[in-house]
């Protein structure tokens, strides 16, 4: 007799009966499921849709949205330059007028110097002179920085005309320094190789005074020696080191002069040997009226034993 267990025939042919009505049910729902697809419409999809629309722009700040602690600088000084060969340039605005037929005089001396002695004195000989300020251009400082952005690194062979345009038709800038807010501009001195490569034909002065002289000075003038102090690369950042910062000032526009070849002169305001004055008249001939050179009569009541003099009036002008 066979041993073990025998599986039925009846249950094994019903068990296959069932396997073969699901596979056939499976087969239905998928030819179904394939026909219906088949049947719906596939949408279209365009391969470069159109990108979505930017965003809006913030609104722009109005002046009365900044900070109260902000102060915005003078459009003046933001205006921007256009090329020379521009019609519209600003420094060609004026070029349907003559230039003034007089040498241009260039004084490059630091406030307290004596500049607005200077400035009078041109004034009553007739000269057309500025100090400070050059009326309807800004201050002399800010119109220089535009004409120094204008023709730095071009190929003019003489810019004061371009200069008288972009300042004024005056014949003496005698001081043309900018002291914004925060600020220490001295253009005469900073951009001193640009004024001196576009500027041949122009005289050059360099006025100063003893260095203790100038301190006490600015030290009377408002408040000039806390602004100086303060925003003046200096240190320390007292008398000491603004006295310091003079001296170099003067010493670097000095060794500028004498390596250039243009006409130039130092003056020293209290010298007793050579008056500023009487110097500068000779140096330019102006011929001036005896009243003119006693525009200015300096008395000095701060002694300066032991401080620093600068020389005195020297002429130096290209052979």
Not at 49 to 76: A, F, G, T, Y
Not at 103 to 128: D, Q, R, Y
Not at 289 to 308: E, I, Q
């Amino acid at each position: 007799k066979e041993q073990g267990f025998r599986f039925p025939r009846r249950a094994a042919q019903g068990k296959c009966q069932v396997g073969e009505r699901f596979m056939r049910m499976r087969l239905l729902v998928a030819c179904l499921t394939s026909t219906f697809l088949a049947a719906v419409p596939v949408p279209r999809v365009d391969p470069s849709p159109s990108p979505p629309p930017p965003p809006p722009l913030p609104p722009l700040v109005k002046p009365q949205q900044l900070s109260p602690h902000v102060k915005p600088l003078p459009r003046s000084f933001l205006a921007p330059i256009s090329p020379l060969s521009s019609p519209t340039s600003p420094l060609n605005a004026s070029s349907g007028t003559s230039m003034s037929s007089r040498p241009l005089v260039i004084v490059l001396g630091m406030p307290k110097t004596g500049t607005e002695s200077i400035a009078k004195f041109f004034t009553c000989n007739k000269w057309k002179s500025s100090h400070w300020t050059c009326p309807g251009h800004g201050h002399c400082g800010q119109c220089l920085l535009r004409w120094v952005a204008a023709v730095a690194g071009s190929s003019i062979a003489d810019g004061a005309d371009l200069l008288r345009e972009a300042c004024g038709d005056f014949d003496v800038f005698s001081q043309i320094d900018y002291e914004p807010s925060g600020a220490c501009i001295f253009p005469q001195v900073y951009y001193l190789p640009t004024l001196l490569r576009y500027l041949p034909n122009a005289y050059f002065v360099l006025n100063t005074r003893p260095t203790a002289h100038w301190l006490s000075s600015v030290a009377q003038w408002g408040n000039m020696l806390e602004r100086l102090t303060q925003a003046c690369p200096i240190n320390p950042r007292n008398s000491t080191g603004l006295g310091q910062w003079y001296e170099a000032i003067i010493a670097r526009a000095s060794q500028a002069l004498r390596n250039a070849d243009v006409r130039h002169i130092e003056v020293n305001l209290e010298n007793a040997t050579v008056p500023m004055l009487e110097g500068i008249n000779d140096f330019v001939s102006v011929k001036s009226k005896a009243v003119c050179l006693d525009v200015h009569t300096h008395t000095s009541k701060v002694s300066n034993a032991g401080g620093p003099t600068l020389s005195n009036a020297s002429f130096l002008a290209p052979p």
